[in-house]
Nanobody, 119 residues
Framework: QVQLVESGGGLVQAGGSLRLSCAASGRTFSISRMGWFRQAPGKERQRVSAITWNVGSTSYSDSVKGRFTISRDNTKNTVYLQMNSLKPEDTAVYYC????????????WGQGTQVTVSS
């Protein structure tokens, strides 16, 4: 089992920044990749970014590329999502998730943290 706890959401004006954190506990040695997802009201969940746990390879959706940066601190079992130049369309509940093996679905999810960007 892996437990994930997100923090760092909040209300920010357009153009502002927020940093989300996701602390993992439990069987963290089994994690292969961590991802950040978001879901806005009435919309499907979207993968925003991901990072491989050991190597640190990253990927981003086109909608956040150049504005968001994912990173991890393996000593703290924590993944971060630095969000800059925020736009109202970034408003959503943000979730972190853990994947335990290549090709597997994301097996474990956090409870989510609300990000609201005002115009």
């Amino acid at each position: 089992q892996v437990q994930l706890v997100e923090s760092g959401g909040g209300l920010v004006q357009a153009g502002g920044s927020l940093r989300l954190s996701c602390a993992a506990s439990g069987r963290t040695f089994s994690i292969s990749r961590m991802g950040w997802f978001r879901q806005a009201p009435g919309k499907e969940r979207q993968r925003v970014s991901a990072i491989t746990w050991n190597v640190g390879s990253t990927s981003y959706s086109d909608s956040v590329k150049g504005r968001f940066t994912i990173s991890r601190d393996n000593t703290k079992n924590t993944v971060y999502l630095q969000m800059n130049s925020l736009k109202p369309e970034d408003t959503a509940v943000y979730y972190c998730a853990a994947q335990l093996g290549a090709g597997r679905p994301y097996d474990y999810w956090g409870q989510g943290t609300q990000v609201t960007v005002s115009s």
